[in-house]
């Protein structure tokens, strides 16, 4: 039998509960049409779509929304020409895409959590894992040390790091996505005695100050941003590679950007 959008967006759902007000949804809603290839990404950009076209794949699995905003644009898309182009191009393609965001931070272990613990290599340093934090201890590093070992293994060409770099740190509170902020990370500093948190991003004036003032008295505590993109890309690559071994004999493709900020 063909598999179809539908199968395989059960298969990715079996067992999660989703709030009423989920923005996991398949658009345009074809769940009936048989899949000829699948694409995994951190965000469905105008150059994911194109490479999906390229690729004959026409359902792509997005984490993150396709229009810029979290939740759909209640009056319809802005009067925008990037939107309208973008949308445009979706048309054109014949593609669907299911948003994936609510589901996979679900699971039992979330799967972006996952994704990145498996590419940093760090699965087996894990203490547990809290709802919006892992807590780790890994071998003995300097903030330095440890930003340049996210790097290599992240394939990322930088990270931002605030604190002593030279300090030693084994402690470290690991968090994907926008969970950097400080309710939820700057209890954990002594509540886990965390030398280090790693975080996708968070607002910069929260913790980010509260490392500068820890600095300032004399507390070895460190942080170390990602980036949104760069600690949640890991789950969907990690989803690809699980979606190829369920389904042998789909074509499934993880596609990576690079990140949208250079430095100059």
Known sequence: MALTFSDVMEHLNAGVQLPADTVDKLEPDAAGTEVQGIVTAFAASQYVVEQAVRLGANLVITHEGVFYTHRDHPDGLPQDSVCQQKSELIARSGISLYRFHDTIHRYTLDGIVEGLLQELEWGAYVERHLPEVSILTIPEMTVSEVAAYVKQKLNIPYVRAAGNLSAA???????????????TVIPMYEQESLDLVIAGEGFEWEVPEYIRDAVRQGKDR?????????????????????????????????????????IV
């Open 169 to 183: 740190c084994s402690r470290v509170g690991v968090l994907v996505g926008f969970r950097g902020n400080g309710s």
């Open 222 to 262: 460190a942080l170390i941003m990602l980036g949104h993109a760069e600690s949640e890309a890991p789950g969907m690559k990690l989803l690809a590679e699980r979606l190829s071994r369920r389904f042998p004999e789909m074509p499934v493709h993880f596609i990576p950007e690079q990140p949208v900020f250079q």
